[in-house]
T-cell receptor, first 114, second 110 residues
């Protein structure tokens, strides 16, 4: 199994531009999570899905952020318009059975907004 | 709201110098406590899950323990390759999500 695959690994964009981050979870996993990691705040949960349905998006910072999971093998996190304070590492993780089994994380996307 | 606090923020050890990392938590109904290791430029990697007070898990030089208020990650005779950030996370209530601490950055020198 290739694990959780995220793309791109690095993204540099200008303020105001749209950014789309992509994630392919492990086949058979029914939960998908998007986290953001910064030095100041650590890992923060943005949103999670169960069987492709968004369950909790209370961590999404504002309306500029949106996430979709059109099928079991693909999810996107979109930021429009992007701002410098969105600069962080964004991780996607998947699991089978939610929290009980722990998560498998992808390698992350390092986003820099200039 | 679940709270997870890890200490120390950073720890520097010499090879072979054993120590412990702390993870204290405040949650409503702990269902599991997780330890992860994170190397620079990579995603967190799962180490252990602990489900109840008194439980212990071991893996090579690492041993995790759990009480009703905190968890410890004991590192026995560490090696330079144990250098990483160690994260703990809690799973509580009915939600299927983990709340993470900010981690302990461990550096092991020769």
């Amino acid at each position: 199994d290739a694990g959780v695959i995220q793309s791109p690994r690095h993204e540099v964009t200008e303020m105001g531009q749209e950014v789309t981050l992509r994630c392919k979870p492990i086949s058979g996993h029914d939960y998908l999570f998007w986290y953001r990691q910064t030095m100041m705040r650590g890992l923060e949960l943005l949103i999670y899905f169960n069987n492709n349905v968004p369950i909790d998006d209370s961590g999404m910072p504002e309306d500029r952020f949106s996430a979709k999971m059109p099928n079991a093998s693909f999810s996107t996190l979109k930021i429009q318009p992007s701002e410098p304070r969105d600069s962080a590492v964004y991780f996607c993780a998947s699991s089978f059975g939610g929290g009980s089994m722990g998560y498998t994380f992808g390698s992350g996307t390092r986003l820099t907004v200039v | 709201e679940d709270q997870v606090t890890q200490s120390p923020e950073a720890l520097r050890l010499q090879e072979g110098e054993s120590s412990s990392l702390n993870c204290s938590y405040t949650v409503s109904g702990l269902r599991g406590l997780f330890w992860y290791r994170q190397d620079p430029g990579k995603g967190p990697e799962f180490l252990f899950t602990l489900y109840s007070a008194g439980e212990e898990k071991e893996k090579e030089r690492l041993k995790a323990t759990l009480t009703k208020k905190e968890s410890f990650l004991h590192i026995t005779a560490p090696k330079p390759e144990d250098s990483a950030t160690y994260l703990c996370a809690v799973w509580s209530g009915t939600a299927s999500k983990l709340t993470f601490g900010t981690g302990t950055r461990l550096q092991v020198t020769l």
